[in-house]
């Protein structure tokens, strides 16, 4: 009985406090709102004749109690009913929508009083708005238990997932994959006092390991092999098949799809996270039934595409997209501001940074990680057992501002305040988490190829295979250059006169289909789609006698992979130098680019969709630089420096990742790492099978995480 009347009297004590946090919200709202038909002329809450100050808050509060009543209940119906619309759009319709709701409050208001301009709604909703969701932050910092539904309620829920089985289960763990940082740069940030989240982390005994990537040192390769055990035949970020006749990207939808296939067939079973998992964010699914951003889901249509989830669930609260947007558009004026500065102070490297780039980054920096920080904390909150997310933004600000430098010490700083969110949201979560960071990569600076020596590496197989060049490109020195070197190696091949076009004096045959050439980052690929094989050596000198020599000769390049009828396949480089892939170590040609280089490009030349020519730009290991073959001053894709250097940040109470004195090596044994902790947690684990991995439960449900990634968190006081 004793109980009964404590439990009924704590009831009516947090409905009290309840109906006092709304009463709070209501009279901050309505202050708001006469504040603003004060300063805004086309906004008023008056009739024609004018009002007495009461009737006009009397019609405020009738107005702002309207406006939060149609948001709590029409706004979540409107975002999911354009669930369809781009996630941009989405973002931009947020204002206007919300403005709509204000001006339907206004309209039910009694005699007409309430009335403003269409433009003058929007921004009189949106400050009700931000003011409305900062108030109850506010007052449910003050206590844990409202703070603790507070979050249950913006993901969509009113108490863990199972209390039951939540309670006595192990820790789950979160995975964030920090995109592009490597590990000289995580060290960096920390000892510069940037990251001081990750630098108390190390302070209380977390392992920092780096981990050696394969020669394709991109997201594609990294996180398939990490998050399905198997990268196998990912030769780079880009490539061409010549058995299907297309070329593979990354990061598009139904590249994504068919990597994410292949490496479940191949492993046998769906990945990472198919045991009660959450993939945020990410190129493929790891397996999970929660899915948000998720760019191998992308091109499914219909109901089971619930890749864009997290979009919704997100501008379900109106004040996130508000609050977003104000981000948005400070980070593009932030984009603007360091590229006019960098162009004016005429820094070096430096790339076009005009165009739709500053709404691209704001894109990753601001909409992206918000969301997805977001639904990694609801998915804590729901209790999930593995999440893992991909946090990109460092990635692409370091592509165009390189890799060092105020521009990415920003994006750090940022980072490490949404490492602290999430670190305490989990201390509100059902059941312990252990946070684990890590990267796919880092990142390596330098000019780009075209840049320093005035030609595209398109330009210079053109060249070598005696192929029309721009005009641009016959007029720079290196331009130049390369077709003198072309016209010799092809005199000196066929023992036959050259005439000043190039071609030889004897008449050539017809000249098969041109080839094609792929850049990622620092690695080149070079295919000629009409052979259906990969070609050897010895074919292509017999169809373009100037071409590999015109590559390994090239001071931009580093070394270049062919296979050979006679060797197998050989790696050439300057001076003559041919090494047979079969007695390749990481002296000779390789030395520069340190250990582990002679395994990573012996791998790669086993795969079936290796290209005709590999190409690696030079690396300098005075100054960590390499050559992108695209627009890019901070790279990654091949060998050469920082970005074959990624980390693996881990609590102590996991198990070391190797043992004394083993290097990591290899994404494929990143996830063997990640596995052993999530059994250490949780108990083994049955993989799903690759059937029933490839499909997605249509009745699983989506994470309606809403919850702006910085700002104040109160700290869970009841530990």
């Known amino acids: 009985m004793g109980d009964g009347r404590w439990g009924g009297a704590d009831r009516w004590r947090s409905a009290g406090r309840t109906l006092a946090r709304v009463l709070v919200v209501w009279a901050v709202s309505t202050l708001t709102m006469l504040v603003l038909a004060g300063v805004l002329p086309d906004f008023q809450l008056q009739s024609a004749d004018g009002d007495s100050f009461t009737r006009t808050a009397l019609t405020a509060a009738t107005a702002a109690g309207a406006f939060g009543l149609l948001g709590a209940l029409v706004w979540p119906v409107i975002v999911r009913a354009l669930l369809l619309v781009p996630a941009l759009l989405l973002g931009l319709l947020v204002f206007f929508l919300n403005g709509s709701l204000l001006l339907i409050a206004l309209w039910v208001i009694p005699d007409g009083r309430g009335a403003a301009a269409p433009e003058t709604a929007v921004v009189v909703a949106a400050v009700m708005s931000a003011v ?32 039951g089985d939540s309670a006595g289960a192990g820790p789950g763990t979160v995975f964030l994959q920090l995109d592009g940082v490597g590990h000289h740069v995580l060290r960096g940030a920390v000892a510069d006092g940037l990251m001081p989240t990750v630098a108390g982390w190390l ?18 390769a990294s996180q398939l092999g990490i998050l399905h055990g198997s990268n196998e035949d990912v030769p780079a970020f880009r490539w061409y098949e010549k058995d299907t006749g297309r070329i593979m990207v990354s990061n598009r939808p139904a590249s994504a799809v068919e990597l994410q296939r292949r490496a479940v067939h191949r492993t ?114 729901a209790g999930r057992t593995a999440v893992y997310a991909d946090l990109v933004a460092y990635d692409e600000v370091a592509h165009h501002s390189g890799p060092h430098g105020r521009d990415t010490d920003q994006v750090l700083a940022r980072l490490d305040r949404a490492i602290a969110l999430i670190a305490t949201v989990a201390e509100h979560a059902p059941r312990p988490y252990r946070i684990v960071l890590l990267s796919d990569h880092g990142q390596s600076p330098g000019e780009t190829f075209e840049s320093a020596y005035g030609l595209t590496l398109k330009d210079l197989v053109r060249a070598g295979c005696g192929l029309p060049v721009p005009r641009r490109v016959r007029r720079t020195p290196s331009g130049s250059e390369a077709r003198d070197a072309a016209r010799d190696a092809l005199r000196s091949a066929l023992h036959r006169p050259v005439d000043e076009s190039g071609e030889t004096a004897r008449e050539l045959p017809a000249r098969p289909s041109e080839p094609v050439v792929l850049a990622s980052g620092n690695l ?41 009828a006679e060797h197998g396949s050989v790696v050439l480089a300057r001076d003559g130098v041919e090494v047979p892939v079969a007695e390749l170590a990481d002296g000779g040609p ?26 690696n730009s030079m690396y300098d290991p005075a100054t960590g630089t390499v050559h992108a073959f695209e627009e890019q001053i901070g790279s990654h894709g091949g060998l050469g420096g920082e970005q074959s250097r990624a980390f693996l940040l881990s609590p102590p109470d996991l198990s070391p990742p190797v043992g004394a004195g083993e290097e990591l090596v290899g994404a494929e044994r990143v996830h063997r790492v990640l596995r052993r902790w999530l059994r250490e947690s949780s108990g083994p684990q049955v993989p799903i099978g690759p059937a029933a991995s490839a499909e997605i439960s249509p009745s699983a449900r989506e994470t309606e995480s809403v919850l702006p990634v910085e700002g104040p968190v109160a700290p869970d006081k009841s530990h």
């Open 524 to 564: 080149g690929l070079v295919s000629f789609p009409d052979v259906r094989h990969r070609m050897t050596r010895e074919e292509i000198d017999r169809r373009h006698p100037a071409l590999l020599r015109t590559l390994a000769h090239h001071p931009g390049v580093g070394f270049v992979l062919v296979a050979s």
């Open 132 to 163: 409305a969701s900062a108030t109850s932050t506010a007052l449910a910092v003050r206590d844990d238990d409202a703070y603790r539904r507070r979050l249950y309620r913006l993901t969509g829920r009113t108490r863990p997932r199972d209390p």
């Open 590 to 615: 390789l030395a520069v680019f340190g250990r582990g280089a002679a395994a990573a490009v012996r791998r790669t030349d086993g795969f079936p969709h290796v290209a005709d020519i590999m190409v």
């Open 268 to 381: 046998g079973d769906g990945g990472l996270l198919t045991v009660d998992g959450a993939s945020r964010g990410n190129l493929f699914s790891g397996g999970a039934d929660q899915l948000a951003l998720v760019l191998s889901m992308a091109a499914r249509r219909g109901r089971r595409n619930r890749s864009r989830a997290g979009y919704f669930a997100y501008f379900s609260d109106p004040a996130n997209a508000v609050r977003t947007a104000g981000s948005l558009v400070a980070e593009c004026v932030r984009e603007m501001y360091q590229s006019t500065r960098a162009r004016l102070r005429r820094e070096t490297p430096r790339v076009s940074r005009g165009g739709t780039y500053p709404f691209v980054r704001a894109f990753a920096t601001v909409v992206e990680r918000d969301v997805v920080v977001s639904a990694v904390m609801g998915d804590m909150l």
């Open 203 to 220: 302070d209380a005994g977390h392992r920092l390991t780096p981990w050696r990537t394969d020669w394709s040192s991109q997201t594609g």
